[in-house]
């Protein structure tokens, strides 16, 4: 029998979706990049237009669907139809972006019907070009902003992130995991 | 959800005025508790329970108390409430229901304890202390050392299938976090001041800038590590002044969060902080950033794990079958980072909250799934 399942990437442009996915996926990403051609190219040259896709395989039956959604709003139509059967979402967040927590509300927003039976993991990137807000802030952030919202892990995992160290994201996705089931690692 | 199968062991245990989310906690609770074996009945089943606990809080609560009493009066009845009245005829358990009362109440009720007609006093039910289960007294396990801060964020391969740690509350060893170079460095963390370190014979060993969340170490892992285990080691701590650091010494930089997070854990070395209570519960307030602090062993699952919900250490030990010195360490670290809320006198802005009210359940995970994301945790780690 084949188990296919799906973790979900998503988060702002720019903010490495599709590096932290290329770190983890045994294929080449398939990526459906084009040219900017609005308020993107300010932050970057190509951005995803409709998502990226890569996979982990764990035998020859069953793979892991890695998605990263297309950062720009105006495609958020197509975010239920990517989350179904999702095993989680991880949320990353740009440090320089004017307001982080905006993205915060919005993003969790947008995935507000999935996050009830799915954790969330949410990795903060670019704190190295701007530090503020930290870590502890956007813990602080968070009761008002999920305070409409019901979530499985309503104290989700908040680790900065560099989309290039696959110690990082394989640190969110360990993170992801253990928050569906803290015992999964122990094996007696 | 899974529905236990019945079975003649089975302590029975029906619910009335619970929505399924909190009848899906009580059958975690019953899950997670080994001694006896309870069984919540599934609505619509006829099966005669042995106790019935009742949500007093909504709107006729107590009135059905009084009937089911009224016509079953051998039934054992428990009520949960919010506020518990002090006169209440039957035993009372205070909302948030914690696992380290609730035991207790069942089980003092199945022996005959406070019984419907007498008043029980304002809890109603005896808390004693639950004992961690002992089982298996496993083998000495070769302990890991924590990993120095050379690579902080690299995670730890999954460990092989282990044995059941065991616990003995009369050999937890404890810790006092404010005394020693720990301690020194909460008051600079506190105080939000920068100061400098210096040991018995005037050497700088921490210049510390907590605004900047800074610190310059002139002393390397081992002679920190050293003095982090001294309860009473000859430092001091003064304002720094320019000249405190020459240019050409030797230094590396570290956040001041990480350096509090590595001494917190080598400050424990396998102690349990004076702070905290075996059998007490504790949570935590957010995460560790484990990506940018030293990956202590079976971190990231014991984060999961306390920020999911309060336990106890010993209920930890229990569930996760994680070794108590590497529970005490992580416990150690995350309260030096002001991470943990445990219930004290001295500090009640840190008590332990009720669940918050937009948490949804979480499913019993299927065996096959459990299975699934171990492979997937394996893989992962793996990369």
Known sequence: ?188 | MTKNPSNSDSILVRSIGMDARKEAVFRMAFKMFTRRRYQLLDTGDTQAPAVTIIDVDGAEGMAIAHQLHSEQPEQRILLTSVSPQADSVFPVLQKPVRMETLFPALESLLNGGPAPGKPAGRSGATVMPIRPEVTIPAPATPVVPSPAAANPSAPKPVAAPRLTPVLRPEEIRHFNPQAGLLGLLQIIRRDQSSAIIVDGQQQIILRLDPMADQAILLADDEHLKSLAREEHPQLQMRAPNHADVPAHASTRRLTLQSLLWQMGAWTADGRLSQQLQINAPVQLKQWPNLTRLTMLPDALRLAAFLARSPASPALTVKMLRVEPHDLFNFLAAADSLGLLRYNTAENPDNRIQPTTSNASTPAEIPAAKRSFLGRLLARISGL
């Open chain 1, 1 to 188: 029998m084949r188990e296919d399942n799906k973790i979900i990437f998503t988060g702002p442009v720019g903010v490495g979706k599709t590096t932290a996915i290329s770190a983890l996926s045994d294929i080449p990403i398939i990526s459906t990049d084009a040219q900017a051609s609005d308020m993107t190219l300010n932050r970057k040259g190509h951005t995803t237009v409709a998502m990226d896709y890569g996979v982990l395989k764990l035998d020859e039956n069953t793979k892991i669907h890695l998605y990263g959604t297309p950062g720009q709003e105006r495609f958020d139509f197509m975010w239920d139809i990517l989350t179904t059967g999702g095993l989680g979402l991880i949320l990353m967040l740009d440090n320089t972006r004017p307001n982080p927590k905006k993205d915060l509300h919005f993003f969790l927003h947008a995935f507000k019907d999935f996050i009830v039976d799915v954790p969330v993991v949410i990795g903060v990137s670019k704190t190295d070009v701007q530090a503020q807000p930290q870590i502890a802030d956007y813990a602080s952030m968070l009761p008002e902003v999920t305070a409409d919202l019901r979530m499985l892990n309503p104290i989700p995992p908040i680790f900065e992130v560099d989309g290039r160290n696959k110690d990082d994201v394989k640190n969110l996705v360990m993170a992801l995991l253990y928050s569906i089931d803290p015992g999964i690692g122990d094996q007696s």
